[in-house]
C-alpha cells in the first residue's frame, strides 16, 4: 500500500525560507497534499497538487512534485515564527483514502 | 461555514469503560472520517462514511470501535470496553465529492482521550 515518509526535524531562522520534503510510494497517487498542525488542534489544509503538475504557488507556499522520483516538497518563503507548526504530507493513491506522513516539525527562531 | 465539531475535547475514563465521541461535519459536506493519531505520528485512517453509509473500515478498528452516521449528518465513534492503548486524539474530517479542494479534508479539533 501507500507509504509518505517526510524528516522528522526542521529548524529555520525567520525571514528564512522552509522547505519541508516528502517521498510516497504509490505512483497512481492522484493527489497530494500539505496539511499543518498547531498544537492541540486539528490538522489545516494548506495546498494541494494534482498529479500532472510540477509546480503550485500560493502566495507564499510553493509545492514541487517530481513525480518520477515521487518526491514532493513544500516551500515556505520569508517564514515567521507563526509558522512553526507541525507539517504533514499525504497522497490520495485513489478513491477517499488518504495516506499521511508522520509530520515535519518545524521551528522558527526568531 | 462553523467549519468541523467535536465533542467532546478531552475525555479522561477508567479501563473498561465505555465512551461516545460525536462529530459535526460541515454542513454540506457528504463524506465524513475518522482518525487516530498518537503522539508524533500522522493520522491513522479508523473509517469512512459517505453519506449515511459507512463504506470502509480500517483492520485498526476492533470489535470494540463503532461509527455511525444515522442521518448523513453527524457522526458519533463509540468504544466499549476501554483499554489503555485507545488512549489518543480522535480526529474527524469531512469532505466534499465536489468543491475547490478535490479530495481535501477538513479536520476538527479532535478529541483527546486518556485512559488511566
Known amino acids: 500500500g501507500e507509504d509518505v515518509e517526510q524528516s522528522l526535524f526542521l529548524s529555520v531562522r525567520e525571514g528564512d525560507s522552509s522547505v519541508i520534503n516528502c517521498t510516497y510510494t504509490d505512483s497512481s497517487s492522484t493527489y497530494l497534499y500539505w496539511y499543518k498542525q498547531e498544537p492541540g488542534a486539528g490538522l489545516q489544509l494548506l495546498t494541494y497538487i494534482f498529479s500532472n503538475m510540477d509546480m503550485k504557488q500560493d502566495q507564499r507556499l510553493t509545492v514541487l512534485l517530481n513525480k518520477k522520483d515521487k518526491h514532493l516538497s513544500l516551500r515556505i518563503a520569508d517564514t515567521q515564527t507563526g509558522d512553526s507548526a507541525i507539517y504533514f504530507c499525504a497522497a490520495n493513491p485513489g478513491g477517499f483514502k488518504t495516506i499521511f506522513g508522520a509530520g515535519t516539525r518545524l521551528f522558527v527562531k526568531a | 461555514d462553523t467549519g468541523v465539531s467535536q465533542d467532546p475535547r478531552h475525555k479522561i475514563t477508567k479501563r473498561g469503560q465505555n465512551v461516545t465521541f460525536r462529530c459535526d461535519p460541515i454542513s454540506e459536506h457528504n463524506r465524513l472520517y475518522w482518525y487516530r493519531q498518537t503522539l508524533g505520528q500522522g493520522p491513522e485512517f479508523l473509517t469512512y462514511?459517505?453519506?449515511?453509509?459507512?463504506?470502509?473500515k480500517s483492520r485498526l478498528l476492533s470489535d470494540r470501535f463503532s461509527a455511525e452516521r444515522p442521518k448523513g449528518s453527524f457522526s458519533t465513534l463509540e468504544i466499549q470496553r476501554t483499554e489503555q492503548g485507545d488512549s489518543a486524539m480522535y480526529l474527524c474530517a469531512s469532505s466534499s465529492t465536489s468543491g475547490r479542494t478535490p479530495g481535501g479534508q477538513f479536520f476538527g479539533p479532535g478529541t483527546r482521550l486518556t485512559v488511566l
Open positions: 462514511f459517505q453519506n449515511e453509509a459507512q463504506l470502509e
